[in-house]
Structures are given as C-alpha cells and as structure tokens.
C-alpha cells in the first residue's frame, strides 16, 4: 500500500553534515506525520525528529540545534538535515510515516533503513 524508501547515509568525519531524504509512494490519502528514528546495535530504536503535516516539529533532546526536519506535503517528501555530526549520532536511520490510505485507520510505515556511520 505504502512504500518509503530512504536515501542520503554514508560515511561522514565527526562536524561534517548530512541530507537524509524519503519519499512516501502509493496510494496516500492523508499523513498525519513522518520522521525519522534512529537505531544502533543493542540499543532501542529512538525517534530523532517528526514532522507532522501542519509543520510542527519534534526534536530528540540530542539533536537540538543541529538537525532540522522538513518536509513537501505535496510530494510526500521528509527531510533530515544533520550538522555537526557526532559519533554517537552513528546508526541506521528509519524514515517512519504514520499514514492512511483510506481515510479510516492510519498505519505506521517504515523504510528499509539507511547507515549513517559519523567517524572521529
């Protein structure tokens, strides 16, 4: 029904940035929100940041000031820019939609993940 599919990790130096992008396909009636989580081995999955559809935004305490979300609603478009990566910000990231395709029930989606590896 709905597919996300992650683009933008790679290998990056401690204070470099990234751009993470996802793009939601399909049949898509309404997003309530989209975002990004992140997960390192042997830790939880942890939200980074979330965009809901009518703008407002939710920050991980730990990314404050240097990562931003955005989004195209018309293109079912999230963004995550990273500044002033850290090691500790290494991990995969999860794009992550909670969506309805029939206006009825929405469901969380998520993308297959991309690794974003910060080195010192």
């Known amino acids: 029904q709905v597919q996300l599919v992650e683009s933008g990790g790679g290998l990056v130096q401690a204070g470099g940035s990234l751009r993470l992008s996802c793009t939601a396909s399909g049949t898509i009636l309404h997003v309530n929100h989209m975002g990004w989580y992140r997960q390192a081995p042997g830790k939880q999955r942890e939200l980074v940041a979330r965009?809901?559809?009518?703008?407002?935004?939710r920050y991980a305490d730990s990314v404050i000031g240097r990562f931003t979300i955005s989004g195209d609603n018309a293109k079912n478009m999230v963004y995550l820019q990273m500044n002033s990566l850290k090691p500790e910000d290494t991990g995969v990231y999860y794009c992550n939609g909670y969506i309805t395709t029939s206006g009825v029930l929405y469901d969380d989606y998520w993308g297959q993940g991309t690794q974003v590896t910060v080195s010192s």
């Open positions: 965009i809901h559809s009518a703008g407002s935004t």
